[in-house]
């Protein structure tokens, strides 16, 4: 059942920040384009001028692995800001290509589990991360049944066909990249169960 993914772009850079992720240090990524797409920067640290990567005025989303990220339309942390939790996120219209500096904020609190849902195969399509059991993922909107990739961070998790860990379910490890086969299309539930 288990598959190890194919190497998309996107999802090995991911891949590679599980080990910042499991260490619990902020750690975030910044594409060009919309919903994690096109070129991309790895931040760990505080970045008070993204000109000198290169990468001025031309983020347009960020993935967060780990902690709290501020990212600034001016030059070390002036203008206007917006601080993002984990998970994908596409800057808003005053952010959007025309980020400027970026740094982590605020204390960081380890999870108890990292799971990430993806609803097309090899890491891609539409992107959703999860910290904890959810009963029903009619919750997320489009998320229910449409699930085609999985990647387990952290933890030992239950991927079921209905709601409330209910149907027949899956056991993911951490570590593993998982194309969902037989489940394609059909997780209504996830269970952290270590």
Not at 35 to 54: M, N, P, R, T
Not at 58 to 70: P, Q, R
Not at 92 to 108: E, H, K, W
């Amino acid at each position: 059942m288990r598959k190890i993914l194919a190497a998309a772009a996107a999802l090995s850079m991911l891949a590679g920040s599980a080990a910042l992720a499991a260490e619990k240090k902020p750690s975030a990524v910044l594409f060009k384009d919309i919903d994690g797409k096109g070129a991309s920067i790895q931040v760990d640290g505080e970045i008070a001028d993204l000109g000198s990567y290169g990468f001025n005025d031309v983020a347009s989303s960020i993935f967060v692995i780990s902690g709290k990220f501020e990212v600034c339309k001016d030059y070390k942390f002036k203008g206007t800001c917006q601080t993002f939790g984990q998970g994908l996120h596409n800057l808003p219209g005053s952010l959007a290509d025309a980020a400027t500096s970026i740094r982590p904020v605020g204390g960081y609190s380890s999870d108890d589990g990292v799971i990430l849902l993806f609803t097309d195969r090899n890491g891609d399509g539409k992107i959703a991360r999860f910290t904890e059991s959810i009963k029903n993922l009619a919750d997320y909107p489009g998320f229910n049944d449409t699930v085609s990739s999985i990647v387990v961070f952290k933890g030992t998790w239950k991927a079921c066909k209905s709601k409330d860990y209910g149907g027949s379910c899956v056991t993911l490890t951490q570590g593993g990249a998982y194309n969902l086969d037989s489940y394609n299309d059909s997780i209504s539930s996830l269970k952290l169960i270590e």
